[in-house]
């Protein structure tokens, strides 16, 4: 079974620095996702991105984040100045249609940032 | 304000014991309704989409349907490895995704 591969699976920063984050999505997917899990709340979208351009983010993806596809295999999340409050689980997905008509998002391990 | 909310919180079953997971759904227009597992320090794993009131979709001893207002995942004759926590989630018209806060599962042998 293909899966997505995300590293690292741990990144402790300090705060005012910048992280990346990186997802390695299946290979024949076209559309990628973000998405964080503060620990004990619920998983929230962060952005879509389809065709090297974001299809739709949520209000908590403001001017601190950013991603990018560097390349044919990698799909990066960049935050640019981390705050404490971005201490979660990120997660990265990928499928082969855009919602709601994906029927197979296929979810990453995460990574766990702590932001100290 | 578009909500997602699922029940119980938490559920302990005897292995073989039936019993559903609610998902309550308020959205501006619903497009999708999604069912994932998610298994401890793991991402979620897809399990079903719904699309409109009146579907069902089964999976092993899994069955998702869905209302106009709530979906259900109707666990028939649970086994210990069936324990996970359990998302809903929602796609609205304003292309906004949310998720539930999960039902935790926990098969006893």
């Known amino acids: 079974e293909p899966e997505v591969t995300q590293t690292p699976s741990h990144q402790v920063t300090q705060m005012g620095q910048e992280v990346i984050l990186r997802c390695v999505p299946i290979?024949?997917?076209?559309?990628f996702y973000w998405y964080r899990q503060i620990l004990g709340q619920k998983v929230e979208f962060l952005v879509s991105f389809y065709n090297n351009e974001i299809s739709e983010k949520s209000e908590i993806f403001d001017d601190q984040f950013s991603v990018e596809r560097p390349d044919g295999s990698n799909f990066t999340l960049k935050i640019r100045s981390t705050k404490l409050e971005d201490s979660a689980m990120y997660f990265c997905?990928?499928?082969?249609?855009?919602?709601?008509?994906?029927?197979?998002?296929?979810f990453g391990s995460g990574t766990q940032l702590s932001v100290l | 304000e578009d909500q997602v909310t699922q029940s119980p919180e938490a559920l302990r079953l005897q292995e073989g014991e039936s019993s559903s997971l609610n998902c309550s759904y308020t959205v501006s227009g619903l497009r999708g309704l999604f069912w994932y597992r998610q298994d401890p320090g793991k991402g979620p794993e897809f399990l079903f989409t719904l699309y409109s009131a009146g579907e069902e979709k089964e999976k092993e001893r899994l069955k998702a349907t869905l209302t106009k207002k709530e979906s259900f995942l109707h666990i028939t004759a649970p086994k210990p490895e069936d324990s996970a926590t359990y998302l809903c989630a929602v796609h609205t018209a304003g292309n906004q995704f949310y998720f539930g806060t999960g039902t935790s599962l926990t098969v006893i042998p």
């Open positions: 290979s024949n997917h076209l559309y």
């Open positions: 997905a990928s499928g082969d249609r855009g919602l709601p008509t994906n029927e197979k998002l296929f």
